[in-house]
């Protein structure tokens, strides 16, 4: 502001001009097929190192976008093992969650396993059901 007749709207200018290019995220110039591409990379990884029955678990639970409510309460009434084998749970801890494909959020006594947005937003854009 020490310049004459500098007023705070061309300051405000030349500070977009001269500082927004350094300010900027690099990685936000990604394309969205940029990111998805990044994304399907990362599920190839984590997806190779599945055995195959995490492989078949992760290829049912993948028709689940809601995920599995877990808990108590709601494997009284949804009997999950029933559906994906009597070592569900183990296989999506000890593997689908640690590989990063799912997500366990928990809410009091009950929880729910879910796929992680970006597993999501691969299976919208292949548009597999």
Known sequence: MGRKGLTLAALRDEAHANLLAVLRDPLANDTDQDRLKKVEVSYELSYRHLSDEGKCLFAQLS????????????????????????????????????????????????????????MLDIKKSSGAS
Do not use: K, S
């Open 63 to 118: 028709r689940l976008p809601g995920g599995i409510w877990c808990g108590a309460l709601p494997e009284r009434f949804l009997n999950w093992q029933e559906l994906f084998g009597e070592h569900w749970r183990t296989i999506v801890q000890n593997e689908l969650e640690y590989f990063a494909l799912m997500h366990y959020d928990a809410d009091g006594d009950t929880g729910t396993f879910t796929m992680l947005p970006p």
